[in-house]
């Protein structure tokens, strides 16, 4: 019988990052050395300048650091400059993704503010026009972001891909000995269809410090599948998203497995979570998704994570739980101040639990952590901070107390930022 050696890896952490040309857009960076990129996309009717600029801010408030609007008609395109500078009237320096689809070639031609507006033009090879005129209208839109300097990204897309392109790999396939099936002839079409786009790209002049790529499909082994291939096969950033994803913890579990599996393979330069919003709920559920996912990973910090314990039978009372979101939306409700003022509180760990039996274990490994008492055990809450004991809490007003502890904690603890 053959001995099976497994590898156990030796530390805990990602695979190198695969090395891509770092793109500029606007003043953020994607790509090579830079972090992974937080993006989303309005939902809002781009024509109402007010509205999107309102989401726009929204959505760069919780986080994105770039944010995608649809520009889909000339009065969309009228409009993009209209947000830029209300964005700017409300201190709000976020750069602006055009999203194009079928007339994109026609609507920056004809709104030079809209093309000098955007910081990067998204386009779809699969609708970006049909049969003669797909080629010439990708051109003008590459032409477009030569003329006006801006990068762009060709995301190709299950949805709209290129049908002459599947229809001519069903072909090719079709000659071969032993024929792929259909699932790997299809990510095939979708990662040729990147290529090629980008191929052509370049060969109208534009550098590959300009282009960035996706591929997204809805099925999460498929999207795994697809950037494997695509990552060994270019040096292009890449924009990582499961497309579809869905609503609620639906959507939340198949993105992150989905993205986890590749970003721990040191794959993707910039993630957008494809949320479906419960309706009248805000958009910003993408953007805290998408920073937990990459901080949960130990890939970057935003904002300090409250460890929690489940609960159990040994403790009954919700308290702990109504304790642990307090101080969660406390920290949210303070991160946007105590960003600019504090340098390092990102990196702050809370832990809220709810018995005796971990409590004091985990609450000892975050910088504040606090075990309340679970059934039968005595009325009283210690506290730990960076490790020791500092205080026992108790009575009815435990949650403001600790709540007091903490930011007693971040102004002694992180200095004060200069600029
Ligand atoms: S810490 Fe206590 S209450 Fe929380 S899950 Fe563990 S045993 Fe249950």
């Given amino acids: 019988m053959s001995e099976m050696v497994t590898q156990v890896p030796l530390t805990a952490g990602p695979a190198p990052r695969r090395h891509s040309v770092a793109v500029q857009v606007g003043k953020v960076r994607v790509g090579g050395d830079a972090p992974i990129v937080v993006q989303s996309m309005t939902n809002t009717d781009t024509e109402d300048a007010a509205s999107t600029a ?16 649809t520009v889909n008609t000339p009065a969309a395109a009228a409009a993009v400059p209209r947000i830029a500078e209300r964005l700017a009237m409300m201190g709000v320096d976020v750069p602006l993704v055009g999203d194009f689809h079928y007339n994109g070639h026609q609507l920056l031609e004809r709104e030079p503010a809209c093309a000098e507006a955007l910081a990067k033009y998204r386009i779809n090879p699969g609708n970006v026009g049909f049969g003669a005129k797909r080629d010439t209208q990708f051109a003008s839109i590459i032409e477009m972001a030569l003329r006006y300097a801006k990068p762009v990204r060709i995301g190709v897309n299950w949805g709209s891909l290129d049908q002459s392109m599947l229809a001519a790999l069903m072909d090719e396939n079709a000659q071969r000995a032993e024929p792929w099936d259909a699932s790997r002839v299809a990510r095939e079409a979708l990662i040729r269809s990147a290529l090629e786009s980008a191929a052509k790209a370049e060969e109208i002049g534009l550098e590959r410090d300009r282009i960035i790529l996706s591929c997204k499909v809805s099925g999460v082994q498929e999207l795994i599948a697809v950037y494997r291939d695509l990552a060994t096969r270019c040096d292009y950033a890449l924009h990582l998203g499961l497309t579809e994803a869905g609503m609620g913890s639906k959507g939340i579990t198949a993105s992150s497995a989905a993205l986890a599996v590749l970003l721990q393979e040191g794959i993707g330069d910039t993630i957008r ?108 809450a210690p506290v730990f901070i960076d490790g020791e004991k500092a205080m ?23 200095t004060a930022r200069t600029s």
């Fill in 392 to 414: 026992t809490l108790r009575g009815d007003n435990i949650a403001n107390e600790f709540v007091g502890i903490l930011d007693d904690y971040v102004e002694r603890k992180y």
């Fill in 273 to 380: 979570i494809s949320l479906t919003p419960e309706p009248g709920a805000s958009r910003t559920g993408e953007v805290i998704v998408a920073q937990e996912l990459l901080q949960t990973m130990g890939l970057r910090s935003f904002t300090p994570l409250v460890t929690a314990c489940p609960g159990c039978g040994r403790t009954t009372s919700e308290f702990f739980q109504v304790l642990a979101k307090t101080v969660q939306e406390h920290v949210r409700e303070q991160m946007p101040l105590w960003r600019v003022k504090y340098d390092g509180v990102e990196n702050l760990t809370l832990a809220v639990m709810g018995c005796i039996v971990n409590g004091p274990g985990e609450s000892k490994h975050a910088n504040i952590g606090i075990s309340l008492p679970g059934n039968g055990e005595a009325p009283a």
């Fill in 54 to 69: 309102r989401q726009v801010a929204e959505l760069a408030r919780a986080g994105s650091e770039l944010v995608r609007i």
